[in-house]
């Protein structure tokens, strides 16, 4: 009943909220849409058949490690729904996700609830689970679906580990546990940071003598430790993908006490309805739940001892909003960089968990009527002299003063009439859980609900077509969907865009130096250089051409103009794919031991003809020195690096015409700050920059006359940047250095994520260098002899090799997999013989 109940209650609150994706709604909002709708297409292809790309994927960037996203983001078992969806309606998909696990959660707390307090009403137990299903936490949270496999589990691991530590059998814990960690790591890290908080408080609570105690603390550690080795076969493949990426990455915690500090006032105003965003801890479980939770402080039934611990595990929990190590304890020692209140939903349970105790209680005394209306009512009067701060409407604090004065009436009726009282107070739980709901909702941005659909039929046709030339290389295009980096996992190709948490931010860094936008976790292969393209393997390169449809929120970022002399490969109208005559394959042969050059932090061009030099061993020039324009000022001056306003509330324009050779590819060459604060045009042609680069970025052209024009419109009144230059590309030299290394290519015959093969002639004892980035878990074989898998270029799988012609094989195993497997089944053998012990000394039946 009680999922049945939730199921509705969250269907129709998003439906008002126009985020239900089944009723013309969009469930499109933050990394749902930039992250996990690529992510269960990469879920999609896998299952249904492309095992090889399991453990390492091509389609992850330039390619990367796949357990870390596993393990976070894929493997809940509800994830198997989307499986159902055809391709274009995957929101639909995640939509159905996220409602059958916020339905389950209320059905698993409604059970919990049940299964301690056997007293409560069944009306009370159901509104519980309603208030925690759509609790504040899960209505801000809950794009981040992957989370809320943790309010689903965590009501029964808890009710499990009570029965752990009452004597009862060991394996429900420890398989409920597994599947925890397993579901989604992070919020399981939490969750058993949570459980032995609560086995400690638990064995205080109920303390008879220490033999009990060290008795509980050895059935609460092995079952424990027995749950985390069932897990291995998850566990071990993941850390070591994050030793590998970023485990070794810490952020930078510099100002989060006073952050802290400051989002203290707030904390008791987010127990009462109206307060909405991710930015604030989010609270609210519902009045009802405040008041039962206040009356259980001061009731006399309860033991002082039951009622410390219990407001000794709340205390904990919400000085962990304010103090540092606290804080950072729950998310990992990782500094979130988004949602930064992501274990607040264990506040929401305990608050629960306390209030149900007082519900079960069959008379409340005048002290606990009197605390359960007066401390809600103190919370309401808090806002009020707070409310310029809070920016919370009169109307706001009337709603909370108007549900408390119902619940309070319902209470007072069902001292003579119970009945009338579960009347009142559904309705008062109703007017605050849906409408606090449905703000919670409607606070997240959202792209069109049929944009996602729109959008992948207009480019999975020139995708298909694409594939269907078998292409060795790499493909990228110049515009996305929304934010989602992950087109190579949607459409199945090899790219070097990607955004996943898990990725490499070392890779991104080189990258950034490159001139390709990209920073911590993510690579936009937006406004590449045609010597990126080529020393990339990008053979294809797929623009946006006709911007017609704008119901398929199609983004185009940057100007790829350059590459318009090239062959177009296939056409569907609104998008032109180029085949690049200079992409180098996916390896060739270099010099053994090859490292990186000094970079430059503001010259990305000379940085990428440093590190093609370096590969083909030559000092060649593949961009002309930058040409000097003349400029042109409108109401703006020039002081050194600072462009500024003369006249702040007006417009400020800089024009600048270089003189160039027509028809060379060119390419204008701007910092990160400028790109932020500046519109651009380019003879003319407006161009949408993308936002989110920070390193000097390069925007291709190919100028038909002999004057290339560039305008600069100033959106903030002076800006600091390093880098401005128009550059010309010296087309023979770069056809030159290609040729020259192609001859030394990788002539692949075999081309999976997970093994590549091919025969390569090395002139002397070189090195097989790929772009494929370096990860533990790929082995060699040199004509069928194994050789050992170095790094080249710092980044990238090498493999040295003796002068002669060669097949050369690098194959992917993921590394911990098979001793994860082990400790596994080992785990649960002994877990059945635990099983099998249990029922022998059971007593037979007679």
């Known amino acids: 009943m009680a999922f049945l109940i939730v199921a509705l209650s969250y269907f129709v609150t998003s439906w008002v909220a126009g985020t239900n994706q089944l009723l013309g709604g969009s469930v499109m909002m933050n990394d749902l849409s930039q992250q996990y709708l690529s992510l269960f297409q990469y ?5 249904f058949g492309q095992f090889d790309q399991a453990g390492f994927s091509l389609s992850n960037g330039m390619g990367g490690l796949m357990a870390g996203n596993w393990v976070y983001y894929l493997i809940s078992p509800f994830n198997i729904v989307s499986l159902a969806f055809p391709v274009d309606r995957m929101p639909e998909a995640l939509y159905v996700i996220i409602w059958l696990k916020i339905a389950s959660a209320g059905a698993t ?21 309603v208030s925690y299903a759509l609790m504040g936490w899960t209505m801000n949270y809950q794009s981040n679906l992957m989370w809320l496999d943790g309010i689903v589990w965590l009501p029964v691991i808890v009710w499990q580990l ?3 530590l009452a004597g009862k059998h060991r394996v429900p814990y420890t398989l409920v546990l597994a599947l925890i960690i397993i579901s989604n790591y992070y919020i399981g890290f939490m969750i058993a940071i949570f459980l032995v908080f609560l086995a ?42 994050l030793m590998a990426n970023k485990g070794h990455v810490t952020t930078p915690t ?7 500090r400051r989002m203290l006032w707030q904390v008791p105003a987010q127990l009462t309805p109206g307060h909405i965003g991710i930015n604030a801890p989010s609270l609210f479980v519902g009045t009802l739940v405040v008041m039962a939770v206040a009356g259980f402080c001061v009731n006399g039934r309860f033991s002082w001892r039951h009622r410390l611990l219990n407001v000794g595990v709340l205390a904990v929990l919400i000085l962990s909003l304010v103090l540092p190590a606290l804080y950072l304890l729950w998310h990992g020692n990782q500094l979130p960089q988004s949602y930064p209140y992501r274990f607040v939903f264990l506040i929401g349970f305990w608050l629960l968990v306390m209030a149900g105790e007082q519900l079960a209680q069959p008379d409340w005394s005048r002290a606990v009527w009197l605390s359960s209306v007066l401390f809600p009512l103190g919370l309401l009067g808090y806002q009020v002299l707070l409310r310029h701060r809070l920016t919370l409407s009169w109307v706001a604090i009337a709603w909370g003063v108007g549900i408390l004065a119902i619940l309070a009436a319902g209470f007072w009726i069902g001292r003579k009439h119970p009945t009338g009282m579960s009347a009142i107070l559904v309705l008062g739980v109703a007017l605050e859980i849906g409408p606090n709901s449905v703000l919670g909702l409607q606070a997240r941005q959202t792209s069109p609900g049929a944009s996602y659909a729109a959008y992948v039929q207009t480019v999975m046709p020139e995708m298909q077509a694409l594939a269907r030339q078998q292409n ?18 949607t459409f199945n190709y090899r790219g070097i865009s990607a955004f996943s948490s898990n990725n490499d931010p070392d890779l991104a860094s080189f990258l950034g130096q490159m001139g390709v936008p990209a920073y911590g976790y993510y690579e936009a292969y937006f406004n590449g250089t045609q010597l ?13 051409t006709n911007p017609g449809n704008a119901k398929a929120d199609l983004n185009h970022y940057g100007s790829r103009t350059d590459v318009a002399a090239w062959p177009v490969v296939a056409e569907n109208g609104a998008l032109t794919a180029y085949h690049n005559p200079n992409a180098l394959p996916l390896g060739f042969a270099t010099a053994a031991d090859l490292t990186l050059p000094k970079f430059s932090k503001t010259d990305v061009l000379s940085n990428q003809a440093a590190v093609l030099n370096r590969i083909a061993n030559r000092k060649r020039a593949y961009f002309r020195a930058p040409v000097q324009p003349q400029v042109n000022f409108q109401n703006l001056k020039q002081a050194g690096p600072v462009l500024s306003k003369l006249d702040p509330k007006k417009s400020g324009t800089l024009t600048l015409r270089y003189p160039v050779q027509a028809g060379v590819p060119t390419y204008l060459l701007l910092d990160g700050a400028l790109i932020k604060n500046a519109q651009l045009t380019i003879d003319g042609k407006p161009i949408t920059m993308y936002q989110a680069t920070i390193q000097p970025t390069a925007f291709g052209v190919t100028p038909a006359q002999s004057q290339l024009t560039i305008t600069l419109k100033l959106d903030v009144a002076s800006v600091y940047y390093s880098t401005l230059q128009v550059r010309q590309l010296n087309v023979a030299a770069l056809q030159a250095t290609t040729k020259a290394i192609k001859q030394g290519g990788w002539r692949l015959q075999t081309v999976k994520h997970n093994v590549l093969a091919g025969r390569i002639r090395l002139k002397a004892d070189q090195q097989l260098q790929t772009t494929i980035p370096y990860t533990a878990g790929w082995t060699a074989t040199v004509d069928g002899r194994i050789m050992p898998v170095t790094r080249g270029l710092k980044h990238f799988l090498a493999v040295k090799a003796p002068a002669g012609d060669h097949r050369i094989e690098l194959r992917f195993r993921t590394p911990g997999l098979r001793l994860g497997a082990v400790v596994s089944f080992i785990a649960l053998l002994v877990i059945a013989g635990l099983w099998w012990l249990n029922e022998k000394r059971r007593p ?3």
């Not at 990126?532 to 946006?544: A, C, H, K, N, W």
Request: net charge positive; hydrophobic share 45%; charged share 15%.
């Open 254 to 260: 510099i100002g989060l006490a006073t952050k802290l």
């Open 109 to 129: 707390f409604t059970w919990f609830i049940h299964k301690c307090q056997p007293q409560l009403a069944n009306t009370l137990a159901i509104l519980l689970g």
């Open 472 to 489: 060795l290389g790499r493909t990228e295009k110049t515009f996305m969907r929304g934010g989602d980096r992950g087109d190579g996992y």
């Open 844 to 846: 037979t039946k007679h």
């Open 532 to 544: 990126t393209d080529s020393l990339f393997g990008i053979q294809t390169l797929v623009d946006y």
């Open 200 to 241: 400690l408080v638990y064995a205080a609570d109920q303390f008879t003598s220490w033999r009990q105690l060290f008795i509980q603390a050895g059935r609460f550690i092995g079952a424990s430790l027995l749950g985390g080795l069932l897990s291995a076969v998850a566990l071990i493949p993941l850390v070591m993908d």
């Open 43 to 47: 879920y999609r292809h896998t299952l």
């Open 162 to 164: 009570r029965q752990l």
